[in-house]
C-alpha cells in the first residue's frame, strides 16, 4: 500500500484515518484515484477536495461514513448511489447491538484493504447488484442458538462470522486449529481466492496447469474435507503445501496460496512506498532494494528475492519489542512454484488491463481530436 499525506498540512496519515492529527482536516480514501484526501465542508452536506489533482471538486461522504462511521470513503457529489464501491459489496450486516458495531467496522476495514490491493492489481470486483452471476458480494453474520455460521464461498457470496472480529475469539481459535497466522484481512484474502479462481481459472488456458501443480480440483470437496478434519494433514505438508489446511484440497491449497500472494505484494508494496531498504553490515546476508511496485519487479525471482529479505527484517523488528513473527512461515520449493504460477496468472490479467486503458485513451484521444 502507498503511503498517504494531508493536503492541507502534509502530515503523513494512513488508509483508515478518517481526520488529520496533525491540523483536524477531515479525510477521505477515494478508490478511483488510490488517494486518501483531505476535504473541507461546503456547507450543504458536500465536501470540497483539497486533493490538487480534483481542482477543488466536490464529494459526499458514504452513508456507512456519515450515519454510521464504519467507513472513510467517498464519493463524487453528483454519483447517483450514497454507498461507497465497498459498501455496495456488502449485502448483509448483523443486529447492531452489544459488539456488534464494533465487529461490523473492524470487517469493513479488513474488507476495505483487500479492496485496495484488488484494484491495485486491476481486478477490482462488480458488485452482485450489478452483476447477479459474476459478481462478488459479502454478509456478515452472527451464530444464533440454533445456527452456527461457517466462514466461506458461494458462487460470489463471501460470508463471514462477526465472532472472527474479536481478537480473543480468533487468537483462541488459532491455537484450537493449529495455525500460525489467523487475521481478518487474512479471512478476505482467502475467501477472495475462491471468487477469482472461478473467475480466472476456471474454463480457461490456465485450467490445466492449474491442475499440474495444486491437484485435480474434480475430487470431491465434501469428502476431501471430511478426511482432512478426521485423519488431518499428510505428515510431509509442510513440503508441499504453504499451510495444513491447503492440503486438504486443491482448491483450498489455491485459496491459501492466493491469500498469501496478495499478503506478499502489498508489503512489498508498502516498503517499496515508504523508501524501505536493508542494506547489511556483512556480504552474503539479506539485502533489500526495492525499486519498482511488485507488478513491476523484473521477474518472478527478484520478487521472491525481495520477500525473503523483507520478512527477515520484519520478524527481527517484531522480536525486538517482544511480538511473535509477522511472518511464520517456510516456504518450500513446490509452494514457490504455486505462487510463481499465481504471479503468472496475475501478471497476464494486468498486463492486458494496462494494453486496454491504452487502448481507450488513444480512443478518447482519437475522439476529441
Known amino acids: 500500500m502507498k503511503t498517504f499525506h494531508c493536503d492541507k498540512c502534509g502530515q503523513q496519515v494512513f488508509f483508515e484515518n478518517v481526520r488529520c ?5 477531515m479525510l477521505g480514501y477515494q478508490p478511483e484515484q488510490r488517494a486518501v484526501s483531505t476535504f473541507e465542508p461546503t456547507g450543504n452536506g458536500l465536501w470540497r477536495s483539497l486533493n490538487p489533482a480534483n ?6 461522504q458514504c452513508v456507512n461514513y456519515s450515519r454510521e462511521g464504519v467507513c472513510n470513503w467517498m464519493l463524487p457529489a453528483v454519483a447517483s448511489d450514497d454507498l461507497c464501491a465497498s459498501c455496495q459489496l456488502t449485502l448483509t450486516i448483523p443486529v447492531l447491538s452489544d459488539k456488534n458495531r464494533l465487529y461490523w ?10 479492496l485496495y490491493s484488488l484494484w491495485e492489481i486491476k481486478l477490482q470486483p462488480t458488485s452482485k447488484f450489478k452483476a447477479p452471476d459474476t459478481g462478488l458480494a459479502f454478509e456478515f453474520l452472527q451464530d444464533m442458538p440454533s445456527k452456527r455460521v461457517m466462514t466461506g464461498h458461494d458462487n460470489g457470496l463471501i460470508t463471514l462470522n462477526i465472532a472472527e472480529a474479536d481478537p480473543a475469539f480468533r487468537e483462541k481459535t488459532r491455537e484450537q486449529m493449529h495455525e500460525p497466522y489467523r487475521t481478518l484481512l487474512g479471512h ?36 476431501s474435507l471430511n478426511r482432512h478434519y478426521h485423519d488431518g494433514p499428510p505428515a510431509d505438508w509442510d513440503q508441499r503445501f504453504i499451510s495444513s489446511y491447503a492440503s486438504s484440497h486443491p482448491w483450498e491449497d489455491w485459496a491459501e496460496t492466493w491469500a498469501h500472494y496478495l499478503h506478499m505484494i502489498d508489503t512489498i508494496d ?47 523488528l517484531n522480536r525486538s519489542v517482544g511480538m511473535p513473527d509477522p511472518y511464520p ?35 478518447e484521444d482519437r475522439i476529441a481530436i
Open 329 to 363: 512461515f517456510a516456504l518450500s520449493s513446490p509452494v514457490i512454484e504455486k505462487l510463481g504460477f499465481i504471479h503468472g496468472v496475475i501478471l497476464n490479467y494486468y498486463r492486458g488491463q494496462q494494453v486496454m486503458s491504452n487502448e481507450e485513451l488513444q480512443a
Open 270 to 316: 508498502t516498503a517499496f512506498s515508504c523508501g524501505m531498504t536493508l542494506r547489511p553490515r556483512k556480504p552474503g546476508e539479506p539485502e533489500l532494494v526495492i525499486e519498482e511496485q511488485p507488478l513491476r519487479i523484473a521477474s518472478f525471482e527478484e520478487l521472491m528475492a525481495d520477500w525473503f529479505a523483507l520478512a527477515y527484517v520484519l520478524n527481527s
Open 105 to 114: 467496522g473492524r470487517l469493513e476495514a479488513a474488507k476495505r484493504r483487500l
Open 188 to 223: 478476505f484474502r482467502h475467501e477472495s481466492g475462491h471468487y477469482y479462481f472461478d473467475r480466472l481459472i476456471v474454463n480457461s488456458q490456465w485450467i490445466e496447469p492449474f491442475r499440474a501443480l495444486f491437484g485435480d480440483e474434480r475430487q470431491d470437496y465434501g469428502d
Open 21 to 25: 492529527e496533525s491540523c483536524g482536516g
Open 55 to 60: 481542482k477543488g471538486a466536490l464529494y459526499k
